[in-house]
């Protein structure tokens, strides 16, 4: 399978490089080179193990092509309601201007769509950008980077504050056979503040496979949100690889929220390359029918005195199926490192399964570090207690649930999105109470 994989990925590039449409050849062919080096993932790849992605790849991938604007119906409704920000819509991995912001943007931000920019300003960017922030090798960065058509380039000014970015990945395609890769770089100068939201949403017909990467660079002494809402309702495969680079002093607040999809498969890389940083990684999942969702994290430290905390929860019903392998690396160079992680899920039926792996990897000795997972039902006393005090058993159970759930939405400080997720989570937890 994995051959033949191989084969039908480089048939496809050799179109895609026929076509001149995307990054500049010598870089997509070097990344493409590595890729096959590698091939593409099977079962025996330890990282890819619970994640069997080799099966559902496109047996004849097709590259998307630009499509008309779809109806307003589609695009609205999973828009966040925040007037004061910059709201950017893409479909099928192509912006729709006429869905957009019409005002682009304040001063202290600057937004570049690579689909737009002339030969010469892009081959200039991708040199200056991409790939630099690179920390891991997954081959699906590779294959992104082969077959780079369309993205987003979005950079703050040194000691700005920026309104919100919203970027709407919106998928309507119904042909399974649809291979669509995009691309977003984020800079952040020094000592500026920003907020990204990425919301991933598709109709229940669509199809295909969404190969998805953004990396961001954190500059000295900034302060960077990042969300990511992930509510797929069709059958396509979304895999998303999220690089982030810090340096010193700076900030970053990661949040990953996976409420429905097929197959979803997040990889989470944090490199902490100078003193000072500080990492928070929240996520929650909610798994449900045959769904499968994976996270994948990585925190590496390598200078003194950074601290990173993660906590991610799941709560995985009927058949779900969900796997969590977080890693933590604290190098010789590391002293004086906090670092710590967490994993709790419930699982609501006999048949829902969920694989759980935290791992520390330490070299350094003067470091406080801890991680932990736990994995059970709902407590039967606490349910007890509720019922005691006139709750029905669907009512208490769901008020557990909500409670589970909301220790991570309350880390949310963007209050649009936190509002959007905690009805949308409440209405997948049959919560029906007023907050």
């Not at 496109?58 to 004061?84: M, Q």
């Not at 931000?109 to 690179?134: A, F, G, M, V, W």
């Not at 939201?197 to 109709?203: D, I, L, P, R, V």
């Not at 160079?333 to 609501?348: D, E």
Request: with cysteine.
């Amino acid at each position: 399978m994995e051959l033949s994989l191989n084969q039908v990925l480089k048939d496809l590039f050799e179109k895609h490089q026929k076509q001149n449409n995307g990054a500049p050849a010598a870089y997509a062919e070097q990344a493409f080179e590595r890729f096959m080096k590698t091939g593409f993932p099977d079962r025996k790849s330890e990282e890819y193990k619970y994640f069997p992605v080799h099966r559902h790849f496109p047996e004849s991938p097709l590259l998307a092509e630009k499509v008309e604007d779809p109806g307003a119906h589609l695009v609205f409704s999973p828009k966040l309601d925040d007037r004061e920000a910059i709201h950017l819509v893409f479909i099928d991995g192509r912006l729709s201007e006429k869905h957009s912001s019409r005002d682009l943007p304040e001063a202290g931000l600057e937004i570049k769509h690579l689909n737009q920019l002339s030969s010469t300003e892009l081959r200039e960017l991708l040199e200056d950008h991409l790939d630099t922030y690179n920390v891991n090798n997954d081959p699906f960065i590779e294959l992104n980077s082969s077959f780079l058509r369309d993205g987003i380039f979005i950079k703050t000014s040194k000691k700005s504050s920026t309104l919100p970015v919203y970027c709407y990945y919106i998928t309507s395609a119904e042909d399974v056979n649809s291979f669509r890769n995009f691309r977003t770089i984020m800079v952040l100068e020094q000592d500026s503040r920003a907020e990204l939201a990425e919301y991933f949403f598709s109709e229940e017909n669509a199809g295909g496979f969404e190969n998805f990467f953004t990396e961001v660079y954190a500059g000295k002494g900034s302060r960077l949100n990042l969300y990511r809402i992930q509510h797929k309702r069709g059958k396509e495969v979304l895999l998303n690889n999220i690089n982030i680079y810090q340096k010193e002093n700076s900030l970053v607040n990661s949040f990953t929220f996976s409420l429905s999809g097929k197959m979803l498969r997040n990889n989470l890389n944090f490199l902490l390359e100078e003193e000072n940083c500080e990492s928070h990684l929240y996520g929650f999942y909610f798994v449900d029918g045959d769904d499968v969702i994976d996270n994948h994290t990585t925190v590496d430290h390598q200078k003194p005195n950074c601290f990173s905390n993660e906590n991610y929860k799941g709560i995985l019903d009927k058949n779900g199926k969900g796997i969590f392998n977080g890693k933590i690396y604290v190098r010789q160079n590391a002293q004086k490192t906090n670092a710590f992680q967490s994993n709790k899920n419930i699982v609501l039926t006999d048949s829902a399964t969920i694989n759980t792996k935290p791992q520390l990897e330490i070299w350094a000795d003067d470091v406080k570090c801890s991680h932990g997972a736990t994995t059970g039902q709902l407590d039967n006393h606490q349910l007890f207690y509720l019922r005691s005090r006139g709750l029905d058993e669907r009512t208490a159970k769901a008020l557990l649930l909500h409670a589970f759930a909301f220790e991570i939405i309350d880390k949310i400080e963007l209050d649009p999105v936190k509002d959007y997720l905690t009805k949308v989570i409440n209405k997948l937890l049959g919560y029906q109470f007023d907050n």
